[in-house]
């Protein structure tokens, strides 16, 4: 009696974690991928700066939960006009959050160093 309890307890167990699978590798969350190519005449120092803007946006826009901006590899098509050299990553803590960043004071500040450099950016945002 108690293995076949001790079966259906460990079954039951088994069934919950794989039913929260799911759920814990999809979530609400919204990533916003950018891709960047720097303008000709960009320095290492206002790239740096325009990177380290990106770090610093969770502490001006709440919404921000994660940033990503180190490339590990850049793959740029055969033949592109324009070759992105960098991407940078943010996650919101929901899609209201990333409406909510398009515009705001935060992002105003920050495209005061990004833009001026920036010569192309491909968006990606994704979402479950």
């Known amino acids: 009696m108690?293995?076949?309890t001790l079966t259906l307890i460990t079954a039951a167990l088994l069934t919950l974690g794989a039913t929260s699978l799911?759920?814990?590798t999809a979530p609400k969350t919204v990533i916003h991928v950018?891709?960047?190519a720097w303008k000709a005449d960009a320095t290492p120092e206002q790239i740096k700066a325009a990177l380290?803007?990106?770090q610093a946006l969770p502490a001006s826009f709440p919404g921000i939960t994660h940033i990503w901006t180190k490339s590990?590899?850049?793959q740029n098509a055969q033949g592109a006009k324009v070759n992105k050299s960098h991407a940078f990553v943010m996650e919101f803590v929901d899609e209201a959050a990333f409406k909510a960043y398009t515009d705001s004071?935060?992002?105003k500040e920050w495209y005061k160093v990004y833009?001026?450099?920036r010569e192309q950016s491909t968006t990606f945002d994704i979402t479950n």
Do not use: C, S
Request: glycine share 4%.
């Open 2 to 4: 108690k293995k076949l």
């Open 22 to 24: 799911p759920a814990q």
């Open 34 to 36: 950018v891709t960047v």
């Open 52 to 54: 380290d803007g990106v």
């Open 72 to 74: 590990i590899k850049v």
């Open 105 to 107: 004071p935060a992002q």
């Open 115 to 117: 833009l001026p450099i």
